[in-house]
């Protein structure tokens, strides 16, 4: 289980998100939080290549500044809808614009992991699919009211206002929430 294969080391999560240090938490794991802070281009329209080059990167980021024995890990999630990613919204008339394209249609959200441990760093993804009910112009409205859909890719959090308007996922649960700790446990038995 992961709480006992970390147990004795040092972990930094390389995030400021909430979500994922309350999944570390569900879990056991202990870890310090320092966020990445690093700024996050658009370097490919490729989702798989994006978030595994911004959680590396954010890995990296990290890593200079902490003791290499520390296991620092990092993430990075995006939705991608219709062929384009949807990443935070700027203001709330995009949060209603991506809300609008994702009512009554699928999705899919990516998260990349990159773990950095002893001078190496490997990195993965999970590729998880998510359908949308039909949301009225006003469901859209009154979401967005919540602010929650400001903090996250694709404008909506699964585990809160947003799960209202979930029909069905198929993969990782954990990933749409933002850190598929599934992928991450796998990751971890072949690191250490």
């Known amino acids: 289980m992961i709480h006992k294969l970390l147990e004795n080391k040092q972990i930094i999560l390389a995030s400021a998100s909430p979500r994922r240090k309350e999944i570390f ?23 798989i290549k994006l978030v595994k080059f911004h959680a590396k990167n954010k890995a990296l980021a990290v ?4 003791n290499n ?17 949807l990443e935070k919204p700027k203001d709330k008339f995009q949060a209603a614009q991506f809300l609008t394209e994702l009512s009554d ?24 699919r998510v359908e949308f009910s039909t ?16 903090d996250k890719a694709g404008a909506y959090g699964i585990q809160g206002f947003g799960s209202q308007f979930v029909k069905k996922i198929s993969g990782c649960y ?19």
């Open 63 to 66: 890593r200079n500044r902490v």
């Open 174 to 192: 954990f990933n749409v929430m933002g850190f598929p700790i599934s992928l991450f446990y796998k990751m971890l038995k072949e690191i250490l």
């Open 105 to 128: 249609n699928f999705h899919y959200v990516y998260t990349g992991i990159a773990v950095s441990y002893k001078n190496q760093i490997y990195v993965n993804y999970e590729k998880t």
């Open 25 to 47: 938490d569900l879990v056991g794991i202990k870890a310090l939080q320092m966020p990445a802070d690093i700024e996050e281009k658009t370097v490919s329209q490729n989702p």
């Open 135 to 150: 949301l009225s112009a006003k469901e859209i409205e009154n979401y967005i009211e919540t602010n929650e859909p400001f």
């Open 69 to 85: 024995d520390n296991l620092i890990v990092a993430a990075d999630t995006i939705v991608f809808a219709d062929k384009r990613i």
